[in-house]
């Protein structure tokens, strides 16, 4: 793969098929495959009060699992209802939470992030989320409007006439609008049929109301899709011109993924296909000025994500690249993780027994992971490798207390194909990621794996 001053691709095939496996998306490190019930509440409590006396900012992450239609490709924690009651002993629940949570952190610790995620967050009722943001201001010390980044996952099919402004008056200032396609024919092969009109709708409320950043999902590797359709669709995407866009490579997982048994095998785009779109939509979006920031995500040149790459404070997390690297996550809802400390955790992941919890006064934390001091180290590396495209030996040894050259003898030895084939470049005291090395970032961070063991069982979606 070359890349030109015009940041044009030539993409090698060839390559990309070789590289082409299973592997991690590395939000967090260890993978939530190692998170185990012996981690318990009592762990995340001690966890939660070392992490209080460092008094870094809070960012909370709320999971909202409803949605009125499935998405055959979803596979995310959803509840599928048309009863818009249904909510209300969930969010009744999410509230009791919410208290016992802020209960352990006190006012000494600031919200500077928060997001909605699911499912659909805007499943519930504009009265709904109103109260959810008023009970969040009631018991969390948020930080001041200017220095917030508070985000909203929006379905533009579900949306009341004033939900964008109103959202914006609680003091959300991101949105994230789901897409993956305006192609009719795949839209219908999905489940999920969605005008461009509902989409251009949202967006220019969004403006309106003077949201700061506009993000849009794509998918490519969706049944039915071909380089013309899809070209299609990032015309108009790039016609609408949002600050960021995250374009995720479709798993096939249907082992995994129920309703991914109704999208039929024969549909999905071969391999060949499925390369030329990553070719397409790289290139297209840099020759309309997105920067490339790694992975599947793209922001203009002024955008937030950007800026925080070049400082050299962008992070990876389980909502994907963030610009907040000081910020425990406290996860809350049905099934959300959380990183506190040197800790993850993850709710109970039914509703049933995140109630049954809650009612008897416990957090309902069901399992978790506590970070050894090796966890520590190859974590950090992989977030230099996933976010900077540079690991330097010095400082991480400085970091560490380590020789990295021997602390990590093997792992060298292992990235010396990968140089070969230009993915990295090596030398006394860095790892580079090279441009061809950008779109195989997990195969780059797998080599510090601990835990990555060859396997033929399929734990992970596909690199490519």
């Known amino acids: 793969m070359k890349e030109s001053k015009s940041q044009s691709i030539e993409f090698d ?12 998306r590395y939000t967090s490190y260890p993978t939530a495959l190692q998170f185990s019930p012996a981690f318990t509440e009592r762990d995340y409590r001690d966890e939660l009060a070392q992490s209080n006396e460092q008094g870094n900012p809070l960012s909370l992450y709320y999971h909202i699992p409803y ?3 499935l998405c055959f490709y979803c596979a995310c924690n959803k509840i599928i209802t048309h009863t818009f009651d249904r909510a209300t002993p969930y969010l009744e629940y999410l509230h009791k939470e919410i208290v016992m949570q802020a209960a352990l952190v006190g006012d000494q610790r600031q919200v500077n992030q928060l997001h909605f995620g699911g499912g659909t967050p805007t499943f519930l009722s504009d009265q709904q989320l109103q109260e959810l943001m008023l009970e969040t201001e009631r018991h969390f010390q948020l930080a001041p409007v200017e220095q917030r ?7 533009p099919r579900a949306v009341r006439e004033n939900t964008i402004a109103m959202l914006r008056e609680f003091g959300f200032n991101r949105v994230s609008l789901g897409v993956q396609d305006f192609d009719e024919k795949v839209q219908k092969a999905v489940n999920r049929e969605q005008s461009i009109e509902q989409t251009q709708a949202v967006l220019d ?8 950043s506009i993000n849009m999902d794509l998918i490519y590797g969706l049944p039915h899709q071909t380089v013309e359709s899809f070209d299609r669709t990032l015309a108009t995407i790039m016609g609408m011109r949002p600050e960021r866009l995250a374009i995720y490579s479709y798993a096939h997982m249907p082992n995994r993924v129920k309703a991914q048994n109704l999208i039929k095998a024969e549909n999905l785009p071969d391999a060949v296909t499925k390369l030329s779109l990553l070719e397409l939509t790289i290139n297209r979006l840099q020759e309309a000025g997105y920067v490339y920031i790694g992975m599947d995500h793209f922001a203009l040149p002024d955008d937030e994500l950007v800026l925080a ?3 050299g404070t962008l992070q990876r997390n389980f909502q994907g690249y963030s610009t907040h690297a000081d910020t425990d996550m406290i996860g809350m809802g049905v099934t959300s993780i959380g990183k506190v400390n040197n800790a993850y955790s993850q709710n109970e ?6 109630f049954k919890a809650l009612d008897a006064g416990h957090l309902p934390v069901f399992q978790g992971y506590r970070l050894s001091a090796d966890d520590k180290l190859r974590r950090a590396v992989i977030q230099d490798l996933m976010c900077q495209g540079v690991v330097d030996f010095k400082s991480v040894e400085n970091q560490f207390g380590i020789d990295f050259n021997s602390y990590f003898s093997q792992e060298l030895q292992r990235l010396l194909p990968l140089q070969e084939d230009d993915l990295v470049s090596l030398s006394a005291q860095q790892i580079r990621v090279q441009p061809f090395g950008r779109l195989l970032l997990r195969n780059i961070a797998m080599v510090f794996d601990a835990y990555q063991k060859p396997t033929k069982e399929q734990r992970f979606s596909r690199v490519i």
């Open 205 to 212: 409320a969004a403006r309106q109301s003077g949201y700061q």
């Open 349 to 354: 992941r039914f509703e049933k027994a995140y």
């Open 309 to 311: 790459k070049e400082k």
């Open 67 to 69: 949605c009125e239609s």
């Open 149 to 155: 980044e508070f985000s909203i996952e929006i379905d």
């Open 13 to 24: 095939a060839d390559m990309l098929k070789k590289y082409d496996t299973f592997g991690p």
